[in-house]
């Protein structure tokens, strides 16, 4: 729970553009995501944990030599 921050709705905002790119694009990888939503890397962690606290994305590890990781909207 973020508590008494003012990240919530940052954090929402940012989960918003990933839920919308993968409503139109399906099954992305972390680097694509960030290029299409125009989200830095490290806050579409943060709006991918948003959205899976919520249970609206899943995802998994494609790739473990090049560590790529996929998600998708449930």
């Given at each position: 729970m973020l508590g008494e921050t003012?990240?919530?709705p940052f954090i929402g905002k940012e989960a918003g553009k990933i839920?919308?790119?993968?409503?139109?694009?399906?099954e992305v990888d972390v680097l694509s995501l960030s290029r299409l939503s125009r989200?830095?890397?490290?806050?579409v962690f943060t709006a991918v944990g948003w959205l899976?606290?919520?249970g609206k994305v899943d995802g998994a590890i494609?790739?473990?030599?090049e560590k790529k990781i996929l998600f998708w909207l449930k």
């Open positions: 003012n990240l919530g839920w919308r790119t993968l409503e139109i694009w399906g989200i830095v890397e490290h806050d899976a606290r919520e494609s790739n473990i030599d």
